[in-house]
């Protein structure tokens, strides 16, 4: 299964959307252009270029394959004419550039049409080349590799708000690269241990704070949030804030520790707040204020007691992500049997919605799914039973300043668009 969709990312304008699979591949869809005729075509998104990112590699040292599965893809603000994105899989960080050509020089001097040599005695006179038109093509090329700096497996990256520097993290490390430099990258934070028996806790995502570009975040397997500041050291092995709510010993299980590691990590567009996703809830936090969320929203509570089965089969330690819309009002998350959950900041209302194929014609309305815990069950509700856990929504993007989102469903892509009236 190659095609199943391992990140989901809408560029800074939302005109394109790009997916990166298990395969390797980054699929980019653009944005249909309003027409006079067509009014209501606005926001389908069509194929605008695919190409294969990573490849399958080995490493002899360690006599371990490196999958070319995408991890994860963040795009460049736009500068000129062409889009930059950084792709990552587990161990290689790439840049890619994703140009537009329309037109093509004839007329070489020293080639023929086919792009042979010509006889240096045949040349007689001096051509000057043209540019004709020719069908638009959509090329992607890498500009730079960035590799051999993790030991362990890459599950972040993140562009830094001065444009110059992005950083990877793994389990343990997080590296600032410039984007010039390919060959060097500096390690900011480090938690391994001198002995890794000792090994406690493991980091689990990072992000640059969107305005602040000495600021960032890192989250731990432990359900614990760093926030660091880059001015205060060169190696942030010391936090500048540490955001931890106390455990409730009334919920207290063997599985405790495993549901509270936090899956990901996203500072709201103000920069004010940060959002963490863990396998149960979804909370918020104000950056003021370390000792408790200021928001915990339950994204499927009727799983607390399927823990043991959720165990049996791995899927507790499925890693879901989170994602504001475009003024932090609203977020959104996964869930299992196609379910994705959004949560209304404002008013407190929340509505579960299923992406399948079944029920997503295009333009239908999609209906709030009810699942039901224990007692009757209501004609239009879903029992927790007979809920399917190999369909799971990991991975949603929500378009930056429009209701669009992109929820990847296995190896489907769903766009869903807020009804215009």
Not at 258 to 274: E, L, P
Not at 365 to 377: D, T
Not at 402 to 421: G, H, M, P, S, W
Request: overall charge negative; glycine content about 4%; aromatic content about 10%.
């Amino acid at each position: 299964m190659t095609d199943i969709i391992s990140t989901v990312e809408f560029n800074h304008t939302g005109e394109l959307l790009a997916t990166g699979d298990k395969g390797g591949r980054v699929v980019i869809f653009q944005r249909e252009q309003e027409s006079k005729n067509q009014p209501h075509r606005r926001g389908e998104y069509n194929v605008y270029s695919t190409f294969q990112s990573h490849e399958p590699e080995f490493d002899y040292l360690k006599s371990l394959e490196i999958e070319e599965k995408i991890n994860k893809i963040r795009w460049l603000p736009q500068q000129n004419a062409a889009y930059f994105l950084l792709s990552t899989n587990d161990k290689t960080v790439k840049l890619w550039k994703v140009s537009e050509r329309d037109k093509r020089p004839e007329g070489y001097n020293l080639k023929d049409e086919d792009g042979r040599l010509r006889d240096p005695s045949m040349i007689t006179m001096l051509r000057v080349p043209v540019l004709r038109p020719m069908d638009l093509m959509v090329e992607a090329t890498p500009r730079r590799v960035f590799a051999n700096a993790h030991t362990y497996h890459i599950n972040s990256i993140s562009v830094n708000s001065d444009y110059e520097t992005y950083m990877s993290a793994d389990d343990l490390r997080i590296n600032l690269w410039n984007f010039e430099i390919t060959n060097q990258s500096f390690n900011i934070v480090d938690i391994k241990p001198a002995n890794m028996e000792e090994l406690t806790e493991v980091i689990t995502a990072a992000e640059f704070h969107p305005h602040h570009c000495n600021t960032f975040v890192y989250s731990s397997s432990k359900g614990t949030i760093r926030l660091c500041d880059m001015r205060t050291s060169a190696l942030c092995d010391r936090h500048a804030k540490f955001f931890e709510e106390p455990e409730d010993p009334s919920n207290r299980s063997f599985f405790s520790e495993i549901i509270s590691s936090i899956s990901d990590v996203k500072f709201s567009h103000s920069g004010r707040y940060i959002m963490t996703r863990d396998y149960l809830t979804v909370k918020v936090w104000d950056l003021n204020m370390e000792n408790r969320p200021i928001e915990t929203y339950q994204v499927h509570d009727y799983l607390r007691s399927k823990l043991c089965s959720l165990y049996e089969n791995d899927c507790i330690f499925d890693k879901f992500e989170c994602v504001w819309n475009g003024s932090d009002s609203v977020i959104m998350t996964g869930s299992y049997n196609n379910f994705f959950r959004m949560f209304d900041r404002n008013t407190k209302r929340d509505v579960t919605l299923e992406a399948s194929r079944e029920n997503s014609k295009p333009r239908a309305i999609l209906k709030p799914r009810k699942v039901c815990v224990g007692g009757k069950r209501r004609k239009d509700e879903i029992s927790v039973d007979s809920l399917d856990f190999s369909k799971k929504i990991l991975h949603t993007a929500w378009h930056p300043s429009e209701n669009i989102i992109a929820v990847a469903a296995t190896n489907n892509l769903y766009i869903f668009q807020d009804k215009v009236n």
